[in-house]
């Protein structure tokens, strides 16, 4: 699934290819995958690309917004007459021009143009939400600081780890806890800071969660750096693959940075990569 840095790259290429659309109408060929009234959107325009956590906003002028989660095999595609761009995940499945066998959703533009949403897992959703009603479904609430974020802060994190025995490595995932981190770079952050992935959240130190929150703003801003991760053949919305991949410290690595081999273990259902000698 998708992480904060490829959502991220995601959304500021879509913008610059769809935004002052005009959506003409929406095709939608499994109606699980889209949840609204699209007359409530026919003859709005899309006036900007917003993302909280790992799901995008398209705001539209007429006070609606389409909320859009990739989830694991997600993939967004726009599409004129001179050029095709594609964001999200890949598949041989996706190879056909779009629309395909996995093109779920067609929203149509009053140019011509062409936005797609294929999915074949079907895990992802499309969603109509009037613009007061967002806050409620992805606000402060929902989810909780991104790492970038001013709220994202010392006192915020002792608050989070005092109160929770868990694995610090699921409390970095829990996006209630904070926005946008997944798998991949919680591996990576808890090696920068030398925390082993299933020590208690409530025993780190002050100054332990003083480096865990360098190491999170770390690779979260070389994971958009670099494009993100292309893990699951994920890629940008110019169909270029991220690099964050290339430059992991310990995820899916045989050996750290120092040379010292990586352990593999499992926690909360998901690989967890750790140096024995660091962490």
Same mark, same amino acid.
């Given at each position: 699934m998708p992480e904060l840095p490829e959502v991220e790259t995601i959304r500021q290429g879509l913008?610059?290819?769809?935004?002052?659309?005009?959506i003409k109408d929406i095709e939608i060929k499994v109606p699980k995958l889209f949840v609204g009234n699209i007359s409530d959107?026919?003859?709005? +325009? &899309?006036?900007?690309?917003?993302?909280? *956590?790992?799901? @995008?906003?398209?705001?539209?002028?007429?006070?609606?917004?389409?909320?859009?989660?990739?989830?694991?095999?997600?993939?967004?595609?726009?599409?004129?007459e001179k050029s095709k761009a594609v964001g999200g995940h890949t598949q041989k499945l996706y190879d056909a021009e779009p629309p395909h066998a996995y093109t779920y959703i067609?929203?149509?533009?009053?140019?011509?143009?062409?936005?797609?949403?294929?999915?074949?897992?079907?895990?992802?959703?499309?969603?109509?939400?009037?613009?007061?009603?967002?806050?409620?479904?992805?606000?402060?609430?929902?989810?909780?600081?991104?790492?970038?974020n001013p709220d994202f802060n010392i006192e915020?994190?002792? +608050? &989070?780890?005092?109160?929770?025995?868990? *694995?610090?490595? @699921?409390?970095?995932?829990d996006q209630q806890k904070i926005a946008g981190v997944g798998n991949i770079y919680?591996?990576?952050?808890?090696?920068?800071?030398?925390?082993?992935?299933?020590?208690?959240a409530k025993t780190l130190s002050d100054e332990e969660i003083s480096k865990l929150k360098s190491a999170i703003e770390k690779v979260i801003n070389l994971g958009l750096k670099y494009g993100g991760s292309s893990e699951n053949t994920y890629v940008n919305i110019e169909g270029q693959k991220g690099h964050y991949m290339e430059i992991t410290?310990?995820?899916?690595?045989?050996?750290?940075?120092?040379?010292?081999?990586?352990k593999k273990i499992k926690i909360g259902g998901r690989g967890s990569f750790y140096c024995p000698i660091c962490q």
């Open positions: 913008i610059q290819k769809v935004k002052g659309k005009v959107i026919c003859g709005a +325009k &899309i006036i900007d690309a917003k993302r909280v *956590a790992k799901i @995008l906003e398209i705001v539209l002028d007429n006070n609606y917004s389409i909320l859009i989660h990739l989830k694991m095999t997600g993939q967004l595609i726009y599409k004129d067609i929203y149509t533009f009053s140019d011509g143009s062409h936005l797609y949403y294929n999915d074949f897992r079907k895990f992802g959703w499309n969603k109509i939400y009037k613009s007061d009603q967002i806050e409620k479904i992805i606000g402060p609430d929902k989810f909780g600081p991104e790492p970038l915020y994190l002792k +608050k &989070i780890f005092s109160k929770s025995g868990k *694995a610090v490595k @699921l409390v970095l995932m919680a591996n990576d952050a808890l090696y920068w800071a030398g925390i082993f992935p299933t020590r208690s410290a310990v995820y899916q690595k045989k050996k750290d940075p120092k040379g010292h081999e990586i």
